[in-house]
């Protein structure tokens, strides 16, 4: 449905996408995942043909953003980070007018569907400039869904919003994949991984990961970390750990050490039997628990604090 190769934008001299390539199947909902200025909005401005690129080819439902814009434009629905609402109009008004910009027949039975589907209907004649934040969202996905796009396109939807407004958004968000094919940008990793099939982790302009959130954990946690804390030891116990193959790094922690190895799974018989054979107690040996959040943070090493804090996972 999404085909993206070799994607390059260029702003003056600076480069925000540096040649990404992925693509979306039909019926995914993919989430584009990165800190502030990773080009997220880029990436989506230049798909829904708002943009050109500087190289690269792009096409939607088989049609190419350049050449083919008008017709992009057409199966696509796009929800910017801040949509231009206009605040005197009512909820139904600002509807109409952009359902006859689009064309759309039968405008006002496709107002009411949409509106019902984004659980507006009761708020059709409020004013826009009278509606909470978390409602202006839903307006805001209720013009990209107004022509009947096959593909949606939005950006950072649940920004700003209070959590139980970010509840309701996702849920929706969730229930448009049913029928939609969904790319959703956002910077919170645990949102993601709640809206989306798939997750693209994009950052400085480059693809830096890529898969379903729990194959992004396991890939990265095949190589992750153990936690050994040993009693009796009357040895050294870091020179002895370092020593197991596959262990890259020992580091010391207040209880025992934190073990990192290349194969953390078959390294853990390894290290339990260098311990017993010195005689000494193996009382802990554990893989410490690595969250969405820190895989995003090691991808992203330096852009710090962007991510959402999430209960360790231990
Ligand atoms: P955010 O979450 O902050 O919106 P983002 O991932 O969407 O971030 P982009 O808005 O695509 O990132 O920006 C990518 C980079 O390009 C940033 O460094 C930004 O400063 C730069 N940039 C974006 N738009 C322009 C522009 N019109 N002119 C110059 N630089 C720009």
Redesign the pocket.
Known sequence: MIEVQDLTKY??N?A?LKGISFTVEKGEVVGFL?P???????TMRILTAYMPPSAGKVTVAGYDVVDGSMEVRRVIGYMP?TVPLYPDMSVFGYLDFVAELRGVPDRWDRIEDVLDRVGMLERADSLIRNLSKGMRQRVGLAQAIIHDPEVLILD?PTIGLDPRQVLEVRQLVRELGRDHTIIFST?ILSEAEQVCDRVLIIDHGQIVAEGTPQNLRDRLQKGGRLFVRVGRADGDVEALLRKVPTVREVTSAETGFIISADDNVGVRPAIARAVVEAGWDLLELRPLAMTLEDIFLELTASDEDTAEPEPEEE
């Open positions: 702003y003056g600076f925000a990165g502030n200025g990773a080009g997220k909005t880029t980070e950072e910077h």
